[in-house]
Structure formats: C-alpha cells, structure tokens
C-alpha cells in the first residue's frame, strides 16, 4: 500500500525529489501552487492540485488545467490557511496514510516554521506526517517511538519539545542515552544525537516531541 505525497512550494533539489518519488509508492498526490512545476518537470499527474495559483507557472498551470479540469481546486489569494495547510487538510480527509510533504523546509523561515506547525494539524488526528528534504526528516509525535536506520535514514536525531516540556524522556540505543529527563522546550539540549545500534528506543511521559534527522555536514 502507498502513501501521501504532498508537493508544495519551497525550495526542493529536483534531483533529490525524482530519486525520493521514484523509491516509494504513492497512492495519491497532491500538487499545493507551485509545487505544480516540480510535478510537470518530474512528469507527474497529481490526484489534486490546489491553490491560489499566484506563484506557479502559469504555463504550467493552464497545462494541468486543460488536462486534469476536475482535479483543480481554486482557493482566493485572501485566505485563512497558507496552501500547503490546504493540501494537509486534504491529505487527512483520506484515512489511514503516511503524508509525506516536500518543499515544506527551507526558503521562507516564516512559511518553514508554519510547516513544522502543520505536523501538529496531523498529529492531532492521529496521523504521521514528514517533512522532508535532501538533507532532513521531520516528523512530531506525542508517544513513545522506535527508530530504524533505514534507506530514508539520516546521520544525526534531534529531538525538541515542542508547546512545552517533556517529561520522563528515555533514549536507549542512541550515543547520549538518557533516563527519566525533562527536556525543556527552553534551550536546545536535544540536538545532535544519533543512533548507536540498528534501533534507538525514544519513550517519555508526557508532551511533544519534534524528530528531526539530520545528515551531518
């Protein structure tokens, strides 16, 4: 079974993207404005393409336009939720997938920092979200979790409390192991840790935590 590719608008290295689109399965994607030009030149035909479409090419948009009319959905330029928190809106009304959202990081801090907030818009419903870029994953979560050294795997886990602090906060398997710590969401003790054997263990009482794996650089 695949997942949700979310294509949204910032900064993306197309060839990071191909090769990341091509390795998974996907069951649906969504193409949110300018993230429409990344789908025409990887070739891509999105189940959805949403926006307000002021920052997407408009050649590339009448292209999609003339071709796929019943999967556009035009928003005004004056509205509540940014794009991307559209395409996230829409993404959930569909049960039980992974979302996976490139073009979420870099470029603008004000839109990065609003993406790393959508996670919560996820998290709340129960679902895993990542952001992801060549160099990062990030995802949130609010219980205990396992992680893997994978294809997809990065160098270096940071972890953060996200709203407030985390309490109970135990690492096994990573190289700075803790024990029943609050990590405050002052400061930035949390980064820059990493995995010492195949699996890290990351289990706390209460809180958020915002996984971000980072390759080291």
Not at 12 to 37: M, T
Request: aromatic share 8%.
């Amino acid at each position: 079974m695949g997942n949700i590719l979310i294509i949204t608008g910032g900064p993306v290295n197309e060839s990071f993207a191909r090769e990341y689109i091509s390795a998974h399965s996907w069951d649906h994607i969504i193409a949110a404005d300018k993230g429409l030009n990344l789908c025409h030149s990887c070739q891509l035909e999105p189940d959805l393409i949403l926006g307000d479409f002021d920052s997407s090419d408009q050649h590339v948009f009448q292209y999609y336009e003339s071709k796929y009319p019943d999967r556009i959905r035009r928003y005004p330029a004056k509205k509540d939720e940014t794009d991307t928190e559209l395409a996230l809106i829409a993404a959930l009304s569909i049960p039980e997938k992974e979302i996976h959202i490139l073009g979420a990081l870099g470029g603008r801090v004000d839109h990065m920092l609003a993406n790393i907030q959508l996670l919560q818009v996820a998290l709340e419903q129960n679902r895993l979200c990542y952001l992801i870029d060549e160099t990062t994953r990030i995802h949130m979560t609010d219980h205990p979790i396992t992680l893997r050294k994978d294809p997809d795997a990065k160098d270096l886990v940071s972890l953060l409390a996200y709203g407030a602090d985390v309490t109970g906060l135990t690492l096994e398997g990573f190289a700075y192991e803790t024990k029943d710590l609050t990590l405050s969401v002052a400061g930035s003790r949390g980064i820059s840790n990493y995995l010492t054997c195949k699996e890290g263990k990351i289990s706390f009482t209460s809180g958020i935590l915002l996984v971000i794996e980072t390759m080291e650089y």
